[in-house]
């Protein structure tokens, strides 16, 4: 499971280094898509899987299903850490995050997402505010 927060800078060639903390629990390599909020998701390659199998499930007569495959698929990509755990974001990716120095690592149960600094304390600062209501409001769960 992951979990914390993290602060790194995209490089100069544009990678970002993923914390050692949690590409132990991530193994080779990863994937990376469009996130909700404008953020990327990452996934481990078997949580990738179980993703996959759930899409195929979808009806493809629905367009607002074809929309959301086209956009998830299309902006994935599959990458290994180099040796000093950096990846290498495509454009598309970095675009649709906003990235473009300062980056904040989330881990989020069973994905991670990069956020640009900018976009995660717009987000974090909206969704402070109304914490408890957002707690209220989940259903059967007890915390």
Same mark, same amino acid.
């Given at each position: 499971?992951? @979990?914390? &927060?993290?602060?790194?800078?995209?490089?100069?060639?544009? +990678? !970002?280094?993923?914390?050692?903390? !949690?590409?132990? =629990? /991530?193994?080779?390599?990863?994937?990376?898509?469009?996130?909700?909020?404008? *953020?990327?998701?990452?996934?481990?390659?078997?949580?990738?899987?179980?993703?996959?199998? %759930?899409?195929? =499930?979808?009806?493809?007569?629905?367009?607002?299903? +074809?929309?959301? @495959? +086209?956009?998830?698929? $299309?902006?994935? @990509?599959? *990458?290994?850490?180099?040796?000093?755990?950096?990846?290498?974001?495509?454009? #598309?990716?970095?675009?649709?995050?906003? !990235? #473009? %120095? &300062?980056?904040? /690592?989330?881990?989020? $149960?069973?994905?991670?997402?990069?956020?640009? %600094? %900018? +976009?995660?304390?717009?987000? $974090?600062?909206?969704?402070?505010? $109304?914490?408890?209501?957002?707690?209220?409001?989940?259903?059967? /769960?007890?915390?």
């Amino acid at each position: 499971m992951f @979990m914390g &927060e993290y602060h790194h800078n995209l490089d100069s060639k544009g +990678r !970002l280094i993923i914390p050692a903390k !949690l590409r132990s =629990q /991530i193994g080779e390599e990863m994937v990376f898509t469009r996130g909700m909020e404008g *953020c990327i998701f990452g996934y481990t390659i078997e949580v990738w899987h179980e993703i996959e199998a %759930k899409l195929a =499930q979808l009806p493809l007569t629905k367009r607002n299903v +074809r929309s959301f @495959m +086209r956009l998830f698929y $299309s902006g994935a @990509m599959e *990458c290994e850490f180099d040796k000093q755990g950096r990846v290498n974001l495509t454009t #598309t990716l970095k675009m649709h995050a906003g !990235l #473009t %120095k &300062e980056c904040v /690592i989330v881990g989020v $149960s069973n994905r991670i997402e990069i956020w640009s %600094k %900018k +976009r995660w304390e717009d987000f $974090s600062a909206e969704a402070n505010q $109304s914490y408890d209501d957002i707690a209220e409001n989940l259903d059967d /769960i007890e915390l």
